[in-house]
């Protein structure tokens, strides 16, 4: 684009400003204040500044929502950062702008599936850094990054490396401001990875900015389209897989130094924040306008404060929020938002007079999620009744005639976990989940309102499973549920592989070694040990779990 243009952004992108500017766009960047609320009209105005297009970038600390988005004549954009942890209120935020991008490309279309319209992936970036000589570097392998039982994955990786490194050096860090960071990756040969849930994080493009090998879990073909494994940086799909790269790699500064030059070269070419300016003026001009304006703009900026509170994301006044909700003319988006909001506060009368409000009415009778928030609201406060009627009003919607009708509240929380999983709701990610706080809104949420009641259900803890196997990012949290089923499952060989795997994932390597072993020598004593063979071959990606067990 030639054109020269004013862009506002809203958020920490010094790089992207610098780049702007270099190509002689006039930018007004406004900084993060750590208030809640800004007022965008009112600081366009005082700076005397009309945009050509406005970019908001989350910030990771404390968030500022912006009011008045909607009365700008440009195009927007909201550049999610994390959005794999902040869905329940990205999905609404989001309809404020024209445009969303997705750091992460798994989101793209989860977003548009909770109502976004135009969702693109726009990753990470990185810095144009220098790349000092791997030989000269002071330490052989590093990690910069909290360490603590809420990252309990992360700890595990840095204690294992720990275990495993010999008399090579490897220093953590924990309070390293951001430039400290970058220094000492610029100080460090091999940088350890490790992601919260399966995303693509900073890490990777900070340290191939500074010319480092990152050693990161394999997440699958978005990483590999932004870095070549093998080449540019290498992965691991579990323990076993890490112990063997690091063998490989400590002491071995050549091949470290050509595989940080190659990430460091990908970096230059495709990774800097001038490549997703590029990006983001290409999505610009075959955008359209897609904001949320008028009344639909207040509407939505109250359900995301609504879903920022239920999780703790601000302390405005509770009152506050109800009254900014029952300002616009009610829809199901909003009663959901209230029904939700009054669940996390305790406000049990005002639930039951909801709750009985709405089924002696035919407001929106065929809306899923006012049905799956009425029928657990009921629960809630004990009324079984209205818990099934929300239930039966759903299946008229969806004219289910033959569906069995539940006989108690554990039935009705299954069905519900069930239809959520059909519709592919399963994890809510980055959402602190309380059983006795918020109502469900995910097939998991249902089945942990059930295992806080009865920690020991085998079958609530066998539906755990079944919803968490498939995302292998989940398995630190899976294998929680797993271990806790052992006292009935400990002689199923397949219940002990799935163990074992998890552990594996979860940088357990010789618990999880030994449960593999355990759960071959059961097979074999069941006759079934071709049927083992063949699990572990659909699960062994390296192949190195099979040798290890061929060494036993």
Not at 4 to 33: D, M, P, T, W, Y
Not at 168 to 183: G, H, I, T
Not at 526 to 550: H, P
Request: proline residues 3%; negative net charge; aromatic residues 10%.
């Amino acid at each position: 684009m030639n054109e020269k243009l004013n862009i506002c952004i809203v958020g920490s992108f010094g790089a992207g400003v610098a780049a702007l500017q270099e190509h002689g766009h006039r930018v007004l960047n406004i900084a993060h204040s750590g208030e809640l609320f800004c007022n965008l009209p009112e600081i366009l105005e005082k700076n005397k500044f009309k945009p050509d297009f406005l970019l908001q970038i989350e910030f990771l600390g404390k968030r500022t929502v912006l009011q008045g988005v909607e009365t700008l004549d440009c195009p927007t954009a909201f550049w999610a950062m994390d959005p794999h942890l902040n869905l329940h209120w990205h999905s609404a935020y989001a309809r404020l702008f024209d445009q969303t991008f997705s750091t992460q490309k798994s989101m793209v279309a989860v977003l548009k599936d909770a109502g976004v319209p135009d969702v693109r992936w726009l990753p990470m970036y990185a810095y144009d850094l220098a790349t000092p000589a791997i030989a000269g570097r002071k330490n052989d392998i590093g990690f910069a990054g909290r360490i603590n039982n809420q990252r309990l994955g992360r700890k595990q990786m840095v204690e294992f490396i720990e275990s495993r490194v010999g008399g090579y050096s490897f220093p953590v860090e924990q309070s390293l401001d951001f430039r400290e960071m970058l220094a000492f990756y610029q100080d460090t040969k091999i940088i350890p990875n490790e992601s919260i849930l399966g995303e693509v994080n900073f890490r990777l493009f900070e340290g191939a900015a500074c010319g480092c090998l990152v050693l990161t879990q394999n997440l699958g073909d978005e990483q590999s389209s932004l870095f070549e494994p093998g080449r540019e940086i290498d992965t691991y799909a579990d323990v076993i897989e890490l112990e063997e790269k690091l063998k490989l790699y400590l002491g071995n500064d050549r091949l470290i130094q050509a595989m940080g030059q190659a990430a460091h070269k990908r970096v230059q070419s495709e990774h800097l924040a001038v490549h997703r300016i590029e990006k983001i003026f290409g999505y610009m001009e075959d955008g359209s306008r897609n904001r949320v304006t008028g009344a639909g703009a207040g509407k939505w900026l109250a359900i995301t404060l609504a879903a920022m509170w239920e999780s703790g994301m601000h302390d405005l006044p509770i009152r506050d929020v109800f009254s900014r909700l029952a300002f616009f003319k009610q829809d199901d988006s909003l009663v959901v938002s209230m029904l939700r909001l009054q669940a996390a506060a305790g406000m049990d009368q005002m639930l039951e007079e909801n709750i009985m409000a709405l089924l002696g009415s035919e407001f929106m009778v065929d809306s899923f999620d006012l049905n799956l928030a009425g029928s657990t609201a009921a629960l809630r406060i004990d009324d079984w009744g209205a818990a099934k009627a929300f239930w039966y009003r759903q299946q008229k919607s969806m004219m289910n005639t033959s569906a069995l009708p539940p006989k108690t509240p554990k039935d009705l929380l299954i069905l519900w976990a069930k239809e959520l999983k059909r519709r592919n709701r399963i994890f809510r990610g980055g959402f602190p989940f309380n059983a006795n706080r918020h109502l469900p809104y995910a097939a998991v949420d249902c089945l942990m309102v059930l295992y806080e009641s009865n920690p020991g259900d085998a079958e609530v803890l066998r539906l755990i499973d079944v919803m968490l196997r498939p995302f292998k990012e989940l398995d630190q949290i899976r294998g929680h549920y797993l271990f806790n089923r052992a006292a009935t499952d400990a002689k199923d060989w397949r219940f002990l592989f799935e163990l074992g795997m998890t552990d594996l994932h979860s940088y357990r390597f010789d618990q999880g070694l030994n449960n593999i072993v355990l759960s071959r020598m059961l097979a074999r004593e069941n006759g079934q040990e071709k049927s083992f063979a063949m699990t572990l071959r659909g699960r062994d990606e390296s192949g190195l779990i099979a040798m290890r067990l061929m060494e036993s």
